[in-house]
């Protein structure tokens, strides 16, 4: 069986691994319209966070169970290290405490509550909102993904049985394979797209406008001495600001953000942070770290990814012959081995071993047999 895969992303990247490590396909067609990996794709950054919680969403959460251990997996395979074991810091009301701990403790995770005064004296650089305690998981941290995305298309590079399309744009996918922008065609007996915020040109347009388009914004700080701490969710009055962690030995900055600077917008345009999000970041920030110091950020940058309007996430769908990862949603990174799992055995005709993320796990048919054109947005 051939497979043509389209996008270079965390997605599309791991599919096409689990595409070579499959019986049965003798030929995998890895496509960008970039480099292979792609410096613009949305999983091309420093840091992703990989971390088991999500309060009040058992399902998730017993799906992030295997999201750190699939990283490990991926490691092992490619003779890379990019899993930093910094753990996560989520901050919540006290009485909150005790259900995330139940949570965790019954996914198997290392986990274990702080109290304020805890909180205050072991991380007196971070203001936690008034009256929070936290749960500590120890075996969350970062993938550095620019790391981990090189090393994974350098390890497909030497597999026989792939070839390399870098700078090759996808404009029309049908049950056949692909077609090119410069009129050329590649043949293939099942299409992966993945896509990224870019499949909206490569699906139907009556899916086209079931997606949320979402950018947001980020800023790289660069402090002295914050080496060592966990990623932290749960700041600001608003308590939806975060930080992604400096692992040791990384010259990473530290990433600040919120869902309050993650707005809907109708296309995708630069990456350049206008001025009124960068100053909402640096509000936010100079209250949630006392010393913050305007001087040690050091850029803000954009970043975009659709979500399926009904559940604010992912969207896989298929005819049968191509198989469109639509939405790749906001948590797609750290999911990235299960769902590429999961894909690559949906489209390889196999009994899909289940990702836990529902709209992975069942996708959406749009047709038995009709072919997927694209979309004119
Ligand atoms: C600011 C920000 C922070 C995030 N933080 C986290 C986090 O901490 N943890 C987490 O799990 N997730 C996080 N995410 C989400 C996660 O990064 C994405 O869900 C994931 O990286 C999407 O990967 P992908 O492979 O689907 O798409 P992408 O990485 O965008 O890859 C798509 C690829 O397809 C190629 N392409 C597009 N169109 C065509 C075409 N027509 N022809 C050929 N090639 C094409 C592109 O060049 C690109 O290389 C974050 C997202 C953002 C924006």
Same mark, same amino acid.
């Given at each position: 069986m051939r497979i043509a895969v389209v996008g270079s992303g965390v997605i599309g990247l791991l599919t096409a691994v689990e595409c070579v490590r499959a019986t049965g396909v003798s030929q995998v067609d890895l496509v960008d319209a970039g480099p292979i990996p792609s410096p613009t794709a949305t999983s091309h950054d420093r840091l992703r966070?990989?971390? @088991?919680? !999500?309060?009040?969403?058992?399902? =998730?959460? &017993?799906? +992030?169970?295997?999201? !750190? %251990?699939?990283?490990?997996?991926?490691?092992?395979?490619?003779?890379?290290? &990019?899993? !930093?074991?910094?753990? @996560?810091?989520?901050?919540?009301?006290?009485?909150?405490?005790?259900?995330?701990?139940?949570?965790? %403790? @019954?996914?198997? $995770?290392? +986990?274990?509550?702080?109290? /304020?005064? #805890? =909180?205050?004296?072991?991380? /007196?650089?971070?203001? &936690?909102? #008034?009256?929070?305690? +936290? *749960?500590? #998981? $120890? %075996?969350?941290? *970062? *993938?550095? @993904?620019?790391?981990?995305?090189? $090393?994974?298309? !350098?390890?497909?590079?030497?597999?026989p049985q792939v070839r390399l399309h870098p700078h090759r744009r996808v404009v029309d996918v049908t049950n056949e394979g692909v077609h090119f922008d410069d009129g050329t065609s590649l043949s293939a007996d099942r299409v992966v797209v993945a896509a990224g915020p870019w499949s909206r040109a490569l699906v139907p347009? %009556?899916? +086209?406008? #079931?997606?949320?388009?979402w950018r947001q914004s980020l800023l790289s700080y660069r402090p002295d001495g914050w080496a060592g701490l966990p990623a932290v969710l749960g700041l600001g009055p608003a308590k939806d600001a975060w930080m992604m962690p400096k692992p040791a030995h990384s010259d990473a900055p530290l990433r600040l953000s919120a869902a309050s600077a993650c707005r809907p917008v109708d296309e995708m345009t630069d990456r350049t942070t206008p001025a009124r999000w960068r100053e909402h970041l640096e509000r936010l920030f100079a209250e949630v770290l006392p010393d913050f110091d305007p001087a040690a950020v050091i850029g803000c940058v954009d970043g975009y990814y659709l979500a399926d309007r009904t559940n604010d996430g992912p969207l896989l769908l298929s005819n049968g012959a191509v198989w469109t990862y639509a939405a790749c949603g906001g948590m797609s990174f750290k999911f990235a081995p299960q769902i590429a799992r999961t894909i690559a055995d949906h489209a390889l005709g196999r009994t899909p071993r289940p990702s836990g993320i529902a709209a992975i796990d069942t996708p959406r048919i749009i047709s038995g047999t009709a072919p997927v054109r694209a979309g004119k947005e």
């Open positions: 966070v990989v971390r @088991a919680l !999500h309060r009040g969403e058992p399902a =998730l959460t &017993f799906a +992030a169970a295997g999201a !750190h %251990t699939g990283w490990l997996e991926v490691e092992s395979l490619v003779g890379s290290r &990019f899993y !930093h074991p910094v753990g @996560a810091l989520t901050a919540m009301p006290q009485q909150d405490l005790s259900a995330a701990l139940t949570l965790l %403790t @019954a996914i198997g $995770a290392r +986990a274990w509550a702080l109290s /304020p005064t #805890e =909180l205050a004296a072991r991380y /007196p650089k971070i203001r &936690f909102p #008034e009256g929070s305690g +936290a *749960v500590l #998981e $120890a %075996t969350a941290g *970062v *993938v550095l @993904a620019d790391q981990a995305l090189a $090393a994974v298309a !350098h390890w497909l590079g030497t597999r347009p %009556t899916i +086209a406008d #079931e997606l949320t388009l």
